[in-house]
């Protein structure tokens, strides 16, 4: 009964690999997100989209992006991976019907580059 | 631009009030919010207020909101072992877009 469900949980790679981390939202959401965690557990968003528009906040690298296969999907891609991508991703979904705007987060994807 | 403040730390002891204050820049953010993190885990969703009230009351928490003064804060009442956690304001606007966090409040509880 996972509501924002990621994988993989913890990711171990090179730099200059290329991976991709999933996210999932069964709760019939419209607009998911990606945020990123740095080391000193600032929050920041990376993405907004739903199915109209991808909003793109202007400091992410352009080897980010985010692909979404349907609704309930919104995975990562990251291309040639640098040691300042460590970090945690959260992904996050939202209703447009919702009361308050309220985000719900999956449980982060702890990324370490080598 | 939009800038979210918070101070960093907060310790306190076990039966004692916590406060958590914040400061937002956007005053056309409809709803301003309270997450929690606990160590190693996701943000949970801890409340939140709507931007025409002065205060929310939730069991041991309370949000007081001065829109003049773009000013939020958080007590919790009677702070337990389990409340030590990070604490973010988060701000939105209506029309839904990404949270803007501030940097996180980190509550230590001793016993």
């Known amino acids: 009964d996972t509501a924002v469900s990621q994988t993989p949980k913890y990711l171990v790679t090179q730099m200059g690999n290329d991976k991709s981390i999933k996210c999932e939202q069964n709760?019939?959401?419209?607009?998911m997100y990606w945020y990123k965690q740095d080391s000193k557990k600032f929050l920041k968003i990376m993405f907004s989209?739903?199915?109209?528009?991808?909003?793109i906040n202007e400091t992410v690298p352009n080897r980010f992006s985010p692909k979404s296969p349907d609704k309930a999907h919104l995975n990562l891609h990251i291309n040639s991976l640098e040691l300042g991508d460590s970090a945690v991703y959260f992904c996050?979904?939202?209703?447009?019907?919702?009361?308050?705007?309220?985000?719900?987060f999956g449980p982060g994807t702890r990324l370490t580059v080598l | 631009g939009e800038d979210v403040e918070q101070s960093l730390f907060l310790s306190v002891r076990e039966g004692d009030s916590s406060v958590i204050n914040c400061t937002y820049t956007d005053s056309s953010s409809t709803y301003l919010y309270w997450y929690k993190q606990e160590p190693g885990a996701g943000l949970q969703l801890l409340t939140y207020?709507?931007?025409?009230?002065d205060m929310k009351q939730d069991q041991r928490l309370t949000v007081l909101l001065n829109k003049k003064d773009k000013h939020l804060s958080l007590r919790i009442a009677d702070t337990q072992t389990g409340d030590s956690a990070i604490y973010f304001c988060a701000e939105s606007t209506m029309t839904g877009t990404a949270l803007i966090f501030g940097k996180g409040t980190t509550l230590s509880v001793s016993s």
């Open positions: 207020i709507f931007s025409n009230m």
């Open positions: 989209y739903n199915n109209k528009e991808l909003i």
């Open positions: 709760l019939g959401h419209d607009t």
């Open positions: 996050a979904s939202r209703s447009v019907d919702s009361t308050y705007n309220e985000q719900f």
